[in-house]
């Protein structure tokens, strides 16, 4: 008869702990194995799932363990569609809603993406300056669309209050921007370009306005045509970039009217039944919290937001000065000090130490010193008590027309100007020009003639009226003027009107002739402290013209208790 095993008859003879745990295994194992044979290829792939991630697959089907032997902490077993042993994983992140803008920021969207994206286009090419005010426009009209954006989320702000600022903030800089360029470079060739653009960008302030806003930015739109239609003009017939640029920016200006029109009427509307405007602002601005940390990250299963950026307000303070700097100053400082008071206490002594002053260096006895205009340098070792005295004011120069030796002055002359500043003819600093100045007028303009010296003007068309100031023998030649002619401070002028003009006033101009035709002798003429002007009236029946000196003596009497004046007539 043979024996068992040995380590088999260990096992049964004895009360080994490892007996019940032995048994236990082959009981769990022979219920998998039948688990295993019933569940077909769902187990099969839940078994290679978990294969997968390193666990046995004896232990992935062992979906249906009894009680007494729960799973491992964090494996779930059995539920449908999830390898039996295997964690479940969370759900997918839940995509919010998108919200659906308002119709009026739907248009200004739109608004942005084509006339805004063409004028920036346009103006690509053409000039650095222009494409940094370009770009500036674009910006400021962004932030439009952001203060309208908050006003469909906040409550009207009260525009006095300390905060209110802050919703313009972005836009008052972009505005400034696009007018900065402006006035920094009106030399530039693109000058035109740049006033144009720099006078539209106000029709950005219709968003503080109330009543009709959209006639106010047609009447920034006339404005930014005066400088545009100059660029049109001269631009017509050579680049079309220029023209396309104007144009562009016409249409942009055009097109937010319209959308004003539309949408905005009377004014920016506000949510009644919003939050903080300030609020709504920093919100959509994704501005950080008070504390300078940014807000609290979403649950919604997004990127965590971006760190903070650095604090370059807490720069580490410079290091301490070495020991015993601070103590020296404080000693030199009083030992200043002291010997301030001490020779305060010298009495007469402490003059003793003064130099006298030559005359030869005294300017009101040496007339030299004077004519020179300049104090030759104190010396080092002078006494520093003088330093302490207070300079007396400083003669000015005499102007160069009132200096004995002014006729060596030469004195720039400036270039004469001829230009039409919107509806307005400008001819200033013209000096014996060898021709006429002959200049095609229509009914809406006016013309300013100032500082023209031996200068002949010759107008053609019909004016509405004249304006000239310090223009010495002027002589102009006009048809018809709707209003009048002002002189002041000119004097020998002399002016012929071959049509109609209703008035001519003269102010402190001393000598000027003024021929009328046969269509102006109802023509009033008005003088105040003139001298030396004479009519010459038409030749009648074969006569020559006849020249009629305008009265300039008056007698004034009381008569009545009222002062009479009246002309006084020489005869003979």
């Not at 940390?293 to 903070?308: H, L, R």
Request: charged content about 20%; some cysteine.
């Amino acid at each position: 008869m043979s024996l068992p095993p040995p380590h088999v008859v260990a096992i049964e003879g004895t009360s080994n702990p490892l007996t019940p745990l032995i048994r236990r295994l082959e009981a769990a194992t022979s219920r998998l194995e039948d688990i295993a044979s019933s569940a077909g290829p769902l187990n099969d792939s839940n078994a290679l799932g978990a294969e997968q991630n390193g666990i046995p697959a004896t232990r992935a089907i062992s979906g249906g363990r009894s009680g007494s032997h729960p799973a491992p902490p964090g494996m779930v077993v059995g539920g449908p569609g999830v390898a039996p042993g295997l964690a479940k994983s969370p759900p997918p992140a839940a995509t919010p809603a998108k919200l659906e803008l308002p119709p009026a920021l739907q248009e200004m969207d739109s608004l942005i993406d084509t006339e805004v994206a063409a004028f920036v286009d346009a103006g690509k090419g053409l000039d650095n300056l222009l494409e940094e005010q370009t770009t500036a426009v674009a910006k400021a009209f962004r932030d439009q669309r952001k203060f309208l954006l908050v006003s469909t989320k906040a409550k009207k702000p009260d525009m006095t209050s300390a905060t209110f600022p802050e919703l313009l903030e972005d836009l008052q800089h972009d505005m400034g921007t696009v007018g900065d360029i402006r006035d920094s470079n009106r030399a530039s060739p693109v000058k035109e370009h740049l006033a144009m653009v720099g006078e539209g960008i106000s029709a950005l302030q219709w968003l503080l306005m109330d009543g009709k806003p959209a006639d106010y930015i047609g009447e920034v739109l006339g404005g930014a045509q005066m400088y545009g239609n100059r660029v049109l003009k001269a631009f017509k017939e050579s680049d079309q970039k220029h023209v396309k640029y104007v144009q562009s920016y016409y249409a942009l200006l055009k097109s937010l009217k319209a959308y004003v029109l539309k949408n905005y009427p009377s004014g920016v509307t506000w949510n009644n039944n919003g939050i903080d405007a300030v609020q709504a602002y920093r919100e959509a601005d994704g501005a950080p919290t008070t504390n300078g940390a940014p807000g609290p990250a979403s649950s919604n299963g997004g990127p965590p937001p971006p760190p903070p950026l650095p604090n370059f307000d807490n720069v580490p303070a410079p290091p301490p000065p070495p020991p015993g700097a601070a103590p020296a100053n404080k000693a030199a400082a009083g030992g200043d000090m002291d010997a301030v008071f001490q020779s305060l206490n010298r009495g007469s002594d402490v003059t003793k130490g003064l130099k006298r002053v030559d005359q030869s260096q005294m300017t009101h006895k040496n007339p030299s010193l004077r004519a020179a205009g300049v104090v030759s340098e104190r010396r080092d070792s002078e006494d520093s008590i003088t330093r302490s005295r207070s300079r007396g004011p400083e003669t000015k120069p005499k102007p160069a027309g009132m200096r004995q030796n002014s006729t060596n002055t030469v004195i720039s002359k400036k270039e004469g100007k001829k230009e039409l500043d919107g509806n307005k003819w400008i001819i200033s600093d013209f000096e014996g020009p060898p021709a006429p100045i002959e200049i095609e007028v229509s009914l809406t303009q006016s013309l300013l003639i100032s500082n023209c010296t031996k200068t002949t003007i010759v107008l053609r068309g019909k004016a509405n009226a004249i304006s000239i100031d310090n223009s010495p023998r002027l002589q102009l030649l006009v048809e018809t003027l709707v209003s009048s002619i002002d002189v002041i401070k000119s004097p020998n002028f002399a002016v012929q009107i071959t049509g109609t003009l209703p008035t001519i006033m003269l102010d402190q101009v001393d000598g000027a002739t003024i021929y009328l035709g046969e269509s102006s002798l109802a023509t009033e003429v008005f003088t105040s402290k003139c001298s030396s002007i004479n009519v010459v009236l038409p030749a009648q029946s074969g006569e020559d013209d006849k020249e009629l000196p305008l009265p300039e003596q008056i007698r004034t009497f009381v008569r009545g208790g009222k002062l009479v004046s009246e002309i006084v007539e020489h005869a003979g």
